[in-house]
């Protein structure tokens, strides 16, 4: 058994990628009643008291609001640019940054456009900027894409500081590549939002290796991979 299956079962952390889908007791606000044993709301009820505290902090009730309103008023009417316009909008921003893959600057120009075209201030900075060769980071040459020359390192901290100067409010970021992305998320103030996460494989739609996991895409599993689905029981308590 895998994993994160064997810590659902335990009842220690939350595991809510197993709620049944004829419970998902949240929607109603009835988790206390009907929530299965690994509910959060089971298992660390103080943790969701703690971060409910933080919406106390005018910031972060402020994006959360305009967050709900977005999700209401676009609700399967607003594409994600659309969304991103809207939720910069209801904050009062006005200047967008775009941290974007080097091979996305087409796509970049076409979003600074659009969010120019809307009254936003855009600055946008691509991953391979300054040229730092990726020796600096001591990455060998066997360790390159393409070993035998000059190979510039991605650079999303620089990336996150030169929208942090140019006095980003919220920054978007354009296909970077996993790990880049979480390095910029760590060292940007503004907010940061994704329009597009980078995937080669599947022309930058990640979930398709989800769907299909046991088919076309069955290699994503692990050697832990269970049998089958581990039948977890909808009730219990915290062990």
Same mark, same amino acid.
């Given at each position: 058994?895998? #994993? %994160?299956?064997? #810590?659902?079962?335990?009842?220690?952390?939350?595991g809510?990628?197993?709620?049944?889908?004829?419970?998902?007791?949240c929607?109603?606000?009835? %988790?206390?009643?009907?929530?299965?044993? =690994?509910?959060? %709301?089971?298992? &660390?009820?103080?943790?969701?008291?703690?971060?409910? &505290?933080?919406?106390? &902090?005018?910031?972060?009730?402020?994006?959360?609001?305009?967050?709900?309103?977005?999700?209401?008023?676009?609700?399967?009417?607003? *594409?994600?640019?659309?969304?991103?316009?809207?939720?910069?909008?209801?904050?009062? =921003? *006005?200047?967008?940054?775009? #941290?974007?893959?080097?091979?996305?600057?087409?796509?970049?120009? *076409?979003? +600074?456009?659009?969010?120019?075209?809307?009254?936003?201030?855009?600055?946008?900075?691509?991953c391979?900027? /300054? /040229?730092?060769?990726k020796?600096?980071?001591?990455?060998?040459?066997?360790?390159?894409?393409?070993?035998g020359?000059?190979?510039?390192?991605?650079?999303?901290?620089?990336?996150?500081?030169?929208?942090?100067?140019?006095?980003?409010?919220?920054?978007?970021?354009?296909?970077?590549?996993?790990?880049?992305? +979480?390095?910029?998320?760590?060292?940007? &103030?503004?907010?940061? *939002? %994704?329009?597009?996460?980078?995937?080669?494989?599947?022309?930058?739609?990640?979930?398709?290796?989800?769907?299909?996991?046991?088919?076309? =895409? +069955?290699?994503?599993?692990?050697?832990?991979?269970?049998?089958?689905?581990?039948?977890?029981?909808?009730? /219990?308590?915290?062990?």
């Open positions: 058994m895998s #994993a %994160t299956s064997d #810590a659902a079962k335990k009842y220690t952390d939350p809510c990628a197993y709620c049944p889908s004829t419970v998902r007791a929607r109603q606000g009835e %988790t206390e009643a009907r929530g299965p044993g =690994y509910c959060p %709301t089971k298992v &660390d009820q103080d943790g969701i008291d703690s971060a409910y &505290d933080m919406y106390a &902090d005018p910031f972060v009730r402020e994006v959360a609001q305009a967050s709900a309103r977005v999700e209401a008023e676009g609700y399967c009417k607003w *594409t994600r640019v659309e969304e991103i316009c809207e939720f910069a909008k209801k904050l009062g =921003y *006005t200047k967008i940054g775009i #941290a974007t893959c080097i091979s996305f600057v087409n796509v970049a120009k *076409t979003l +600074s456009g659009i969010l120019e075209s809307h009254g936003f201030t855009v600055a946008s900075v691509a391979k900027h /300054g /040229g730092v060769a020796e600096e980071i001591d990455i060998s040459d066997v360790e390159k894409i393409h070993p020359g000059h190979e510039s390192m991605c650079n999303p901290v620089s990336q996150a500081e030169l929208l942090n100067r140019a006095g980003c409010e919220l920054n978007i970021v354009l296909g970077l590549c996993v790990g880049h992305d +979480s390095l910029f998320f760590k060292h940007a &103030d503004g907010l940061s *939002t %994704t329009l597009v996460a980078k995937d080669r494989v599947l022309a930058h739609n990640p979930i398709g290796a989800l769907h299909l996991a046991d088919s076309y =895409y +069955s290699r994503v599993w692990g050697p832990e991979k269970p049998a089958k689905e581990p039948k977890l029981p909808a009730q /219990g308590r915290r062990s």
